[in-house]
């Protein structure tokens, strides 16, 4: 339960040039719906794969909150310029309780993890690792370079969460809805944000008809 008392809280989500917009903007909206604020960079790729995935920002348009939020929530929605590292996700100062690159491209993957912060996108996650803060990479690639895995053990090595866009199947998804939100409820997890997104594994019944947990048993279908 929040405390009615404290401030809300603060989330920075950088959306990088990844695949995996639709991602970022379910973040986006549970994180409002939560009571959170969120502040969000979107690099200049970021903005394409944005537009090209989802359609919620048009050819060359400057992505802002009544892109990424309806009106009631957009309150709590700030948009920063890309440049604008005097805002406040550059600052150590700032009160930030978490920030999440998601989706984060290989790019942003590797400068993150060398500390060559050329953005504010880059450098609030710099910020994030210098302070402490929970700092969450969501990266999206397909097969796996040394390079890559190098850069995100980097990471992790420097205290970063790496969240792979890797939904599960277990749940036995049938809507891409569904996918989205089992990579979404994995974040809101480790931000510690409460939610309701994916009903949680719980140890699987044995022995029903049809239960694919009968062990030992092999069903043939003549
Ligand atoms: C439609 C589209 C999908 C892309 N998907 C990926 C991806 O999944 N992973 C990745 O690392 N780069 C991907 N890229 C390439 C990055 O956007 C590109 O490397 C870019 O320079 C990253 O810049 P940024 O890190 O500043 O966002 C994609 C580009 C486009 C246009």
Known sequence: ???????????????????????????IEVLLRAGARVEVVVSD???????FETGVVGPGETVGARHLAPPP???????????????????????????????????TVARVAHGFSTNLLERAA??????GRRLIVVPRETPLSAIHLRNMLALVEAGAVVLPAMPGFYHRPTTVAQLVDFVVARI????????DLVERWHTP???GDGSPWNEGEVIVDD
């Open 45 to 51: 790729a970021g903005r394409r794969v944005l537009q």
């Open 73 to 107: 929530l957009r309150d709590r929605l700030v948009v920063h310029d890309l440049a604008a590292v005097e805002s406040t996700p550059a600052s150590g100062s700032a009160r930030i309780d978490g920030v999440v690159l998601c989706p984060c491209s290989m790019g």
């Open 1 to 27: 339960m929040a405390d009615a008392a404290a401030p809300p809280r603060t989330f920075v989500v950088g959306i990088s040039g990844g695949s995996g917009a639709p991602y970022a903007l379910r973040l």
């Open 126 to 131: 710099d910020v994030a690792l210098k302070e």
């Open 188 to 195: 809101l997890d480790k931000l510690g944000v409460d939610h």
């Open 205 to 207: 019944a044995t022995g």
